[in-house]
């Protein structure tokens, strides 16, 4: 008899995969069918007219969608207007349920599959849409970041043209006016970043213990929360480890001893923004940020590693700030600090 529904979502930019199966009692599952679908409208439609066919009877069923960009945000709204159960999980934590049911292969069929049964077998969170304010910011402070990333590079090109064999005052005109149009399209985004902040009065307060932090300005506060869905996507400092691309990946074995690093797999807006935050918080000796790295580098012999210590751990404290409520106080000690982020962990 079954007892449950669970559905496996394989998500890409033109189509999805899904795998629908049933729970039974005694905790066995069944597959009750897989399919194509367009991700577009037209599919989402078909896919509830082919979902709905299944569900014999009137059971509790879970949608379960891995995190791949965006390209899980429309069919995830789609089915939440549906009054669905939808779930959102993050790659990294796809990945390794399929590694623990000891699946080797992996295509869109197998990954649909393994979220079906993830979906099956775990009690997961339930997936809430971005507010809308935070929807918009998430818009901007990407739209911020790609205008930076032409910027450096038109600037790039700008200087490269002064060690130029030959004169190219055109393009050198033409990279000039670039440059102007840039700029002031990012400082008008900036000032809508930050108007969009202050009209949301409990958006503007969080952020603002965020800010507390020497070295951490609006737009990294900004970029974090939107990427987070205001942490809503995290639940302890672990999560938001992970969910960021700091957690650590060992490669050894026995007596052999392979370099040790973050995965990177995760959000890298966050990382991105992170890496400029982490430079500042070092500068002003803001804490015991500046100690942190000058131990990892001396342990390591690499200035970078403890740049990444410092920002993972700057992230951690920023998540902290923002549960708890509370302003930064730099006179704080370690051990009051790690006491706020394992009070955000229960």
């Excluded at 009877?57 to 009054?83: D, I, M």
């Excluded at 970041?145 to 050198?172: G, H």
């Excluded at 969009?196 to 929360?225: N, P």
Aim: aromatic fraction near 10%; hydrophobic fraction near 35%; charged fraction near 25%.
């Amino acid at each position: 008899m079954a007892v449950k529904y669970s559905l496996g979502i394989d998500m890409s930019k033109q189509n999805f995969k899904v795998c629908f199966l049933s729970k039974d009692l005694d905790g066995h599952c069944k597959v009750k069918g897989s399919k194509g679908f367009e991700n577009s409208l037209a599919g989402f439609t078909r896919f509830k007219e082919w979902y709905e066919q299944r569900q014999r009877e009137k059971l509790p069923c879970s949608f379960v969608l891995e995190a791949t960009g965006n390209y899980h945000e429309q069919l995830a709204w789609f089915l939440f207007r549906e009054g669905q159960t939808v779930h959102v999980v993050l790659a990294n934590r796809a990945k390794n349920y399929l590694k623990s049911l000891g699946l080797k292969s992996k295509n869109d069929h197998i990954d649909a599959k393994g979220l079906a049964q993830m979906g099956a077998d775990q009690q997961l969170l339930v997936w809430q849409p971005l507010s809308e304010n935070l929807y918009v910011l998430r818009s901007m402070t990407r739209y911020h970041e790609d205008l930076c990333k032409v910027l450096v590079q038109f600037k790039n090109q700008y200087k490269q043209l002064t060690y130029s064999m030959y004169p190219l005052r055109e393009v050198a005109e033409g990279l000039q006016v670039a440059l102007e149009a840039i700029e002031k399209q990012l400082q008008e985004i900036e000032q809508q970043i930050g108007l969009l902040i202050e009209k949301d009065e409990a958006l503007r307060k969080k952020v603002a213990y965020m800010t507390s932090v020497k070295g951490v300005g609006l737009m990294t506060a900004a970029i974090v929360v939107a990427e987070t869905n205001g942490f809503s996507l995290v639940h302890n400092g672990k999560q938001l480890t992970s969910y960021a691309g700091y957690d650590v990946r060992e490669n050894q074995s026995g007596q052999r001893r392979g370099t040790t690093s973050i995965s990177k797999k995760g959000n890298s807006h966050i990382r991105r923004i992170m890496h400029m935050a982490a430079l500042n918080v070092v500068r002003y000796k803001v804490g015991n940020f500046s100690n942190l790295q000058q131990r990892v580098y001396e342990r390591s012999g690499y200035k970078m590693k403890g740049y990444v210590a410092v920002q993972s751990k700057l992230l951690r404290l920023l998540y902290t700030l923002w549960k708890t409520e509370q302003c930064f106080e730099p006179r704080r000690s370690e051990k009051n600090t790690k006491g706020l982020i394992n009070e955000t962990k229960s």
